[in-house]
């Protein structure tokens, strides 16, 4: 099993910046891609940036040039530096790890932190 603990979320005015962080504990192996989701009221979970153990990242055309997500394996952790925050980046921000187990993939969440932009 996997644990992901994210902070960094509150309340931000328009044009602000925020920092969220997921750390992975537990069974930390082979972890492939390490994700950032969103969530708004009345709308899907949708995959806000990605960043895979090979060092890939891949964003949300909304995100794009605002966002930015690394990764440090050292620290089994994951960031999303969010900048010119815009009121419908509104959410709750949710991490998301893969895991491969001879090659077939686990997904696991973390509880989720709310980011709120006000305008």
């Known amino acids: 099993q996997v644990q992901l603990v994210e902070s960094g979320g509150g309340l931000v005015q328009s044009g602000g910046s925020l920092r969220l962080s997921c750390a992975a504990s537990?069974?930390?192996?082979?972890?492939?891609?390490m994700n950032w989701y969103r969530q708004a009221p009345g709308k899907q979970r949708d995959l806000v940036a990605r960043?895979?153990?090979?060092?890939?990242?891949i964003y949300a055309d909304s995100v794009t040039g605002r966002f930015t997500i690394s990764r440090d394996n050292a620290k089994n952790t994951v960031y999303l530096q969010m900048n010119s925050l815009k009121p419908e980046d509104t959410a709750v921000y949710y991490c998301?790890?893969?895991?491969?187990?001879?090659?077939?993939?686990?997904?696991?969440w973390g509880q989720g932190t709310q980011v709120t932009v006000s305008s």
């Open positions: 960043a895979t153990s090979g060092g890939h990242t």
């Open positions: 998301n790890a893969v895991q491969l187990r001879s090659g077939v993939p686990f997904q696991y």
């Open positions: 537990g069974s930390i192996f082979s972890l492939d891609s």
